[in-house]
């Protein structure tokens, strides 16, 4: 069965770094765009970064285009998302998404990201 299990949220200060990796089973990996979304309390979920099923393209959120970094590893089926310079502001729930256009959509259970003094 399809599964992507996300990890590496926290609590970290301002300025600090995480790194969330998604480990993905039950589906052929490969072919999947990936993505990470966010989604902070009272807020509605937004594209926080993404990449092609051959990682040889993504794109940002313009509020953390040069401060995050998205990557994938096709072999491990992994994808992951390094977050430097960490704000207040991008406290949310991170998550795991593989789309693979008109024929399906997966989502993570979700990871904790709180930045904080």
């Known amino acids: 069965q399809v599964q992507l299990v996300e990890s590496g949220g926290g609590l970290v200060q301002p300025g600090g770094s995480l790194r969330l990796s998604c480990v993905a089973s039950?589906?052929?990996?490969?072919?999947?765009?990936m993505s990470w979304y966010r989604q902070a309390p009272g807020k509605e979920r937004e594209l926080v970064a993404m990449t092609i099923s051959t990682g040889g393209n993504t794109k940002y959120l313009d509020s953390v285009k040069d401060r995050f970094t998205i990557s994938r590893d096709n072999a491990k089926n992994t994808v992951s998302l390094q977050m430097n310079s960490l704000k207040p502001e991008d406290t949310a729930v991170y998550y795991c998404?593989?789309?693979?256009?008109?024929?399906?959509?997966?989502w993570g259970q979700g990871t904790q990201v709180t930045v904080s003094s």
């Open positions: 998404n593989a789309r693979q256009w008109r024929r399906a959509n997966y």
């Open positions: 039950g589906f052929t990996f490969s072919t999947y765009d």
